[in-house]
Each structure stands twice: as structure tokens, then as C-alpha cells.
């Protein structure tokens, strides 16, 4: 793994959406409860965020609670829900130092009303922050964004706002959750697994794909470096040939 010195500063992700996983199999190998993962996994989302930070992205999208999660055990969904409101407590004016915009996507109201004072507290404190937009992906998922879109332009057609013709790709981008910020460039995983878990379905059309076998509380800012250093490796040609994307 080599250094910082290695990266194109030019060459840097506007959009970078992580997959944060393996929390629950860290903490089992060391003979702790899931929660005891969750909480290992603060330092990782740290130190990503001030790297990312550091290199210039300008949008990092963490997949911190998906829609299927609700499903798990209640005693972890409500460990995991006042983790929630702990750490965004304390990283706020980390936050705020480092001129950092907090977002949020997903069906929010489905979070605790604690969880979701906290969050809207944290995004009016942090909303000037230019430097980078972070974005927690909180009861959220693909299908469910998708569905959303796909109501609210079935009712502007139904009132008249939109024309069936009018539809195009921009316009279905214009009614999602990330309809303000880039499409990823470069989507990472952690744990090894090679599935996007129902994650920003629409917008990884063509996103670089970055899989690793390390558990995401292992994961520090070399590994966030090396991951983009692998992006900067990669051909982008977005369905043409080497040849045309050399000649552009």
C-alpha cells in the first residue's frame, strides 16, 4: 500500500458512496455483541470522512441504516439508534470546524423522533459548510427511492405538472432523494461482499466498483487512499471504445 503522494489530486471522485459492512462479524470475532462492532466502527466513519474531506471529494454518501435493517433484532435496531443520536451529537462541531454539510436520505420519518431532532438540528448547524457535503443514507434503500420517485410523478401528472412525454432520464433523476448532488463515481465496500445491497439502484449506472475483504472498523484512511488510488487506475469510457475515450 503506498502513500498519499501517489494520488491524482486531479483525479479525485466528485462522489463517493461507501457500503459500510461488517460490523457484526468484527465484534463476533472478538466474542462481543453486534453493538459492540457498531460502536468499533465510529473511528472508521472518522477517519473516512476527514480523508475524503482532505482530497477533495465533494460528496461522501455513507449507507448507515438500509430499510431491510429494521428487520433485525429489535434490542440491536434501538442499540443502534441511540448510537445514532450519540455520535451525531459528538462529531457536530467536528463537523462544523471542518466546514462540513450534514444530509440526509431515506424515509426519515420513520426514525425515532429523538433521531430525527438530532439530525435536523445537525443540518441547520452545519448547512453552510462548503468544503464537502456528507450524506447518511438512514432508512433507505433503492426500491424504496425509486417507488417515491415514481408516486410523486404520478401525482404531478395526475394534477397536470407533468407530461407523460415529458419524461426523460433527468427528469426520473430530478425526483430522487439525490437529485442535488452528482452521481458516485466510485462506490466502496467493505467485508468482501459483491452486492450493492439495494443501494442507490438508479445511480450506480456507472459507478467504479471498490470491494474489500477488510471489516469496516479496520477501515482507515489508507485503505480510503488506495481505494481511490484504484479509481484512478480504472478506464471510464461510459459504453465507447479505449480508442474514443483517448481521442476526447
Known sequence: MTGKAEIDTQNIPAHVAVIMDGNGRWAKQRGGLRVFGHQSAITAVRETVEEAAELGVRYLTLYAFSTENWNRPALEVMALMQLLVHTIRQETATLLKNSIRLEAI???????????????EAMELTKDGSRMTLVLALSYSGRWDLTQAAKRMADDVATGKLQPSQVTEAIVASYLVTAKMPDPELLIRTSGEQRISNFLLWQLAYTELYITDLLWPDFRKEHFQEAIRAYQRRERRFGKTSEQITVS
Not at 106 to 120: F, I, S, V
Open 106 to 120: 431515506g424515509d426519515l420519518t420513520t426514525l425515532p423522533k429523538t433521531c430525527q431532532r438530532e439530525l435536523a
